[in-house]
């Protein structure tokens, strides 16, 4: 192995830019502009002539010689001939013919190349890598494994230090600089594991030639349309040896695990699943690769710090120290047999080669229950996300738990396995929360006696634990929250091995596990089930009940779904988690992860309100029948409605829907006055029915009419001086706007619109407009029609109505959503003239629109309002989150701006601020990314690009903040 550490302390040839370029046109006929390119012992500049041809001079190293550059060269050839789907530089020949120039510098010879330039940028420059670039990243190392497998060079057996196979001696040989003795024991633990797997494995790892350097540094990437950097690329292949084949895929997932150390499973379990879909990967070497990663993470980490102080200066290398060490602790904190298992699950195997043994074991087994049942009959209870046993916000605190267990004494109660529990993250966060129950629990009073349920081994003594040992199958018991009897070496089937211990919810936690973990969690994030619940099996046969929860499969719910319900009722998200429960403005997925809800305007006084709750039960135990009977609520509502709505809107109709409500109410002005056509704004959406889609020009929902609007539709140009034709900077863009609605009035029925523009992203409409453009259509006959739907109800903060925002007053006003906090209901509130105009001609009933269950949810809607202060709320919230997103704006061009007032707000994405080039897609992939951080939100406007900011108005500012950060952590990390 000698030379292992002379190559790294080699500095680079001796040549500048300069030199480049002459050696560029003296050799190889190519003028241009010279760049360094960065290199650790080479010199590499990148040539651009003049008609924009690029090309890489590469000047090598001496100190690698002649048959390892041959080597590359054919290597280079090699691959581009298996046509992977990626590229890979080509070389070029020199003006002689050949591939390899020597040029002498200072009596040493150089030998120099020129090899084709990939355009596009190296996966550095990205921080956070999605899901589908890891794959794609997986990808291409597996291609160019695949492409080598028939290549060799006689070249190939060289002792390079990056070789993942001198892992232990790159780090034998640099520990020494390494003084902080935390570091050294990081390395040292990382190391323990390697060994120990190497000395196992070693003899049955595939050998071949490899790249040796499928990193970040070197995968190109081009953008796609949102904006992520996408892997087509594969350069330098100056690292190349014979080493083992799934050392290829262990290098990318440690320079993987670099960019995402807050989710390094699965950085790790992406890239591996993707490359052995190109190379699949034997049981040894899924065993071997963990062990790798860990081996090739703390030999970066030494060799990084150690080339930072032998060149104290060189940024480059200093700045790799942060980020090798920090992927060094992210991958040493990670327990190595449930790493393999989710390796070998991503690949398609069981999780673990003894699976099925033991499954077969505890299947067939008979075994002492580890609580004697005494003739109780126990029952399960239920902990997970939609337990019947939680509600208003329970789970949050200790106490609340307890109460949902309720064990009475005598009773005996079991807490269930593989359950995605509810009290496991109360609050969203970034990270996945390890929800997911690896054990079982027995409730029962403190003092019960914990028996072995089979003969075993007492592996570990704790104060509050015992784990045994089961042999032949090996298997492990872990008794936890107990307190251990007196006991030996051994143990028979049915000794009492503890007793419970007290506490506030005496119950005995018991696990099993394939493995020996040193810290055996008691849980694990719901995303690498199948890993984890193989390793820590079902443990219902030693209680004697069925303890496994089932399990609620998102994937297996939307292909339901799809077989089901029509294709065209739309679903957010491209993997959308199973929503189970809400409160305040949270929501929660089956797995147990609490999310952030910026998108509810629907559940305006929050989800599963205490009040809402309470009046709902009530009332259906009461009476809920069809509107057309007398009862109280309905009164009670219209006139709560009309108590908040300036005079003269004094005439109630009770509707279902936002749709509705505006199909009404253009009913009503056609009748008032006898015309048929209807003003509305260009993008608009009023609602699904044929009356209101007909008015409904926005070119998502309704795309048809959005290239050619139906007869009888007048359009005007939204008020949007964002986009529009008048601005924010022409003080009479109000006159303006309205100036449009007055030369289309003639003869009109209505005209309808959002006082805010809430479909168009929140924006505020100029002042005047309002005003101006309802005198425009007043003077010419026609109503005024206001769309609350979105943007009314105490949403603005200042003004419980949008239209109170301009001053205006219209002649019919609609509302839903906000109405009945999701339980259908929406009104439309007008003049006792236009209502009675309307009566003339017919009656009105919607059999439930407006039933005794929708309107006192109504009610109880308006007294949360009241009570609670929510529109106050929304105005200090919504003044704090809007200060908040417009100093992100500030910091991050791709905000062109941020609209709306209260807790209606949109955040405009554009590519370039200037032509205001609609950032769509970059507003789907961030919205994705958001949700993986645990932030529900999604994108609006014509042109989808503008962030729908509309939480329920109990939102608080810790959480205003958190969307605030999680949006800048996305727009800094990329999507
Ligand atoms: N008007 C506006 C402004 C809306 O945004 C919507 C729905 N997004 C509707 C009407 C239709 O309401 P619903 O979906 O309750 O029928």
Known sequence: MSGLFEGYEITAPPFGPQDGSELALELFGLVGEPLELGSHQDRNFRITADDGRRAVLKIANPHFGLPSLEMQNAAMIHVAAAGPPFGTPQPLAALDGSLIVAVERGGVTYHVRMVSYLEGSPLTDARHLSSEVRSALGAIAGGVAAALADFDHPAADRVLQWDVRHARGVVDGLLRHVDDPQRRSLVERA?????????????????????????????????????????NGLIDFGDMTRSYLVGEAAVLAAAAVAHDRDDALAALSDTVRAFHRRVPLTEPELAALFPLVLGRAAASAVSTLQQATLEPDNAYAVGLIESDWGALTAVAELPSAPVEAVLRVACGLDAHPRSGEVRAFLDGGRFTPVVDTGGRSPRTVDLSVGSPEYAFGEWESREG?????????????????????????????????????LGADVFAAAGEPVRAPFAAEVAELRDDAVVLRHRDPDLWLRLDHVDPAPIGDRVDAGATVAVIASGSIPHVHLQL???????????AVPSQRAAWLALCPDPSPLIGIDAAAPHRDATRLLAARRRVVAAAQQVYYREPPEMVRGWRQRMYDADGRAYLDMVNNVAVVGHSHPGVAGAAERQLRLLNTNSRFLYESMVELAERLVELLPHPLDSVFFVNSGSEANDLALRLARTFTGRDDVIATGGAYHGWTTATYAISTSPVDNPTAALSPPPGLRVVPQANTYRGPYGDSDPDAGERYAEHVRRCAEGAAAFICEPVLGNAGGLLVPPGYLAAAYAHVRERGGL?????????????????????????VPDIVTMAKSTGNGQPLGAVVTTREVAEAFHRNAGFFSSVGGSPLSCRIGIAVLDAIRDERLVENAAAVGARLKGSLERLAERHALIGAVH???????????????????????????????????VIVQPTGDHENVLKVKPPLCIDAADADLFATTLDRVLSEGW
């Open 191 to 231: 190391m323990a594991v390697h060994d120990a797997a190497l000395d196992r494995l070693a003899g049955s790892l595939r050998l071949q030639v490899t790249h040796g350097d499928v990193t970040d540094y070197n995968v190109i990437g081009q953008r796609d349309a949102a904006g992520r950097l996408m892997p």
């Open 401 to 437: 738990v307890a109460r949902a267990l309720a064990v009475g004494s005598g009773e005996l109660a079991v807490g269930r396995w593989g359950e995605a529990r509810l009290h496991r993250s109360p609050r969203p966060a970034a990270g996945e929360p390890d929800a997911l129950h």
């Open 513 to 523: 596990a394939l493995e020996a973990l040193p810290e055996l969690p008691g849980w």
């Open 784 to 808: 005024c029609i206001s769309d609350e739907v979105q943007v009314g109800y105490g949403r603005l903060g200042q003004w419980f109505w949008a239209f109170q925002q301009q001053g205006a």
């Open 900 to 934: 709306g007032a209260g807790l209606y707000l949109g955040v405009e994405l554009v590519r370039d601020r200037d032509a205001k080039t609609p950032a769509k897609q970059e507003a789907y992939a961030i919205c994705e990314r958001m949700r993986e951080l645990g």
